[in-house]
């Protein structure tokens, strides 16, 4: 069976993350042709909210939840962060990538911020078809606070485990982990501590790169790790080449 990837596509890539909701749709035709050019790989395409998320969330103050009467954050949060995948999926369906858009709000459940319940057999129907399904950062239900923030980076480290994939990618804005300017090669358990993470420039209600590290880290400890990276350098990782990143690894 070929290798089963997750693919992160952080909304800094895609979107521009200065204005509100701008996709990047040059960006997005670059990461669709490098897709359509790994024949042999079943891939799931996880995206960010970037410009078309964050900044609603932040302004209903999602990450805090939600409370009875004080429910458009949901909405309008869910419809910008769906607005973004559906131009993610177009630009897949245009390179030829059977792609299909999936929403966490309708198939996930959170308790306090953390998937407690996430449907995964139909993205398994779906992988089998010979689909990329495209999930992103959303919007859930919890059970505590009544709604919450899922980003992409939780959801990875979810799906990671619920669908035993082989390999975790994630493309971002920026050559890798950068620690002083300089890239880290490989984070574990053990050297995360000793890294000084700056935290993103832009509204992030999901805690930035140190955020996404701290998911990494707990899939590395499951046994499986992930692969931090240049967006340009996409194809070398969906190849199995070298890609100039970060590494996050087990002990
Ligand atoms: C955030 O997802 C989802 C929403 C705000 C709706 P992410 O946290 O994964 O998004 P990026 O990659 O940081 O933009």
Same mark, same amino acid.
Do not use: W
């Given at each position: ?31 669709? +042709? +490098?897709?359509?050019? +790994?024949?042999?790989?079943?891939? /799931? ?34 419809? +910008? ?13 245009? &390179? ?11 198939? =996930? ?6 998937? /407690? ?12 078809? =010979? ?29 990671? /485990? ?14 890798? /982990?950068?620690? =002083? ?44 790790? &992930? ?25």
């Amino acid at each position: 069976m070929s290798d089963l990837i997750i693919l992160k596509l952080g909304g800094s890539v895609i979107t521009d993350k200065g204005t509100d909701c701008t996709v990047n749709r040059a960006a997005l035709a670059g990461i669709a +042709a +490098a897709i359509a050019g +790994a024949h042999a790989a079943r891939i /799931v395409v996880v995206h960010g909210a970037g410009s078309c998320g964050h900044p609603e969330a932040h302004r209903y103050h999602l990450d805090k939840g939600a409370t009875a009467g004080e429910t458009d954050g949901i909405y309008v949060t869910h419809r +910008a962060v769906s607005a973004l995948n559906e131009a993610v999926v177009s630009a897949l369906r245009e &390179a030829g990538v059977p792609a299909l858009g999936v929403h966490p709000l309708h198939t =996930g459940v959170a308790d306090n911020g953390r998937l /407690v319940m996430f449907e995964s057999r139909h993205l398994e129907q779906m992988l089998a078809l =010979g689909m990329v399904p495209v999930i992103h950062g959303d919007v859930v239900m919890d059970l505590s606070r009544g709604a919450c923030i899922v980003s992409g980076d939780q959801l990875v480290r979810y799906l990671a /485990v619920a669908l035993k994939c082989t390999r975790v990618g994630l493309a971002t804005d920026v050559p890798g /982990v950068l620690d =002083g300017g300089r890239v880290v090669p490989e984070i574990t358990p053990k050297s995360a501590h000793t890294l000084q993470i700056g935290n993103s420039s832009h509204t992030d209600v999901t805690g930035g790169m140190k955020g996404k590290i701290d998911e990494l880290l707990g899939l590395a400890r499951e046994g499986i790790g &992930a692969d931090i990276f240049q967006v340009s350098r996409l194809g070398d990782f969906l190849a199995g080449n070298d890609h100039g990143g970060t590494k996050v690894r087990g002990e």
